[in-house]
């Protein structure tokens, strides 16, 4: 067996062992977690607020978090990031780079990305969703070259069906712990980080190449997403601590909301 065929079967054990040992961990922290949003008010007035399922921006709801102090400190460090490197880095990329450019690398990133999406929605046993995932995957490859166009969509009329291992937790009902802000890739909860390390053991690129040639690829495409996703939105931040009384709360209020509704969308079945 050459050099380049032990690598490869040691790039794929390890994803294997990462996937399994992330699985194994979330079963085992469900016990642990009793409740993703739980009320910190004794209130019975004050609960509901909590359990209702509102939109984001409908109203804030406060949860138990103990990683408070950490989340605080990651938010900052988040926000200072922003400021020092992304923002400007997304400011002179979106000078240089049409509006119209920038949304065709984006369809481009989620294109490349359907491995997740697809096996997502086969683990939520959604097979019209993960085949057409596949679908979307031939077509925008091929008829839209490489992803930078969307006729799958546009031609066909099949739809992207966002998904994530985060999700398919939430999809049968495992607890996915309290809330954490993680440095760099920003709101969480230690289930959807889980989720976000076994998404990550399927990028196919760890398969063919030494493990350390998987890391820097996987960190230059979160890197080109990120400026990318923020040259789109470069009042995102702005707009948030306009209308915000408390910004820490609004962050974490309107990712627990969404990815609440997100799990609901999916159930029934959209």
């Known amino acids: 067996m050459n050099r380049g065929s032990v690598s490869a079967s040691r790039n794929r054990s390890l994803c294997a062992i ?4 992330m699985l194994v961990a979330s079963m085992s922290a469900t016990a642990a977690f009793a409740q993703d949003a739980a009320p910190i008010s004794n209130d019975p ?4 607020a909590a359990e209702s399922g509102s939109l984001p921006g409908e109203s804030q709801t406060v949860y138990s978090d103990p990683f408070e102090t950490f989340n605080s400190a990651m938010l900052t460090f988040n926000l200072k990031l922003d400021d020092w490197v992304l923002r400007p880095a997304a400011s002179g990329y979106s000078y240089v780079a049409p509006e119209p450019v920038r949304v065709s690398v984006g369809r481009f990133f989620d294109n490349v990305n ?6 997502n929605n086969l683990f939520q046993l959604r097979f019209t969703q993960a085949g057409g995932e596949v679908a979307r995957f031939g077509i925008n490859s091929t008829l839209g070259v490489a ?3 969307d006729p799958a969509d546009k031609w066909f009329g099949i739809k992207q069906h966002d998904d994530d291992f985060g999700l398919t937790l ?4 495992l607890k996915t712990g309290p809330y954490v802000m993680l440095p760099f890739f920003g709101p969480s909860t230690v289930g959807d980080t889980i989720g976000l390390a076994v998404d990550s053991c399927m990028n ?3 398969y ?3 493990l350390w040639v998987a890391v820097t690829v996987g960190a230059g495409q979160r890197v080109g997403e990120a400026i990318n996703y923020r040259s789109l939105h470069m009042n995102q931040f702005e707009e948030a601590d306009r209308y915000a009384v408390d910004l820490y709360g609004a962050v974490q209020d309107a990712y627990l909301q969404t990815r609440l509704q997100k799990v609901k969308d999916l159930k029934q079945g959209s």
């Open 18 to 21: 990462c996937a399994a040992a």
């Open 208 to 210: 063919f190449v030494p």
């Open 170 to 173: 939430r999809y049968y009902n």
């Open 114 to 119: 359907f491995i997740p999406r697809f096996a």
């Open 45 to 48: 007035a004050a609960q509901p």
């Open 147 to 149: 992803g930078f166009f």
């Open 204 to 206: 196919p690129v760890s």
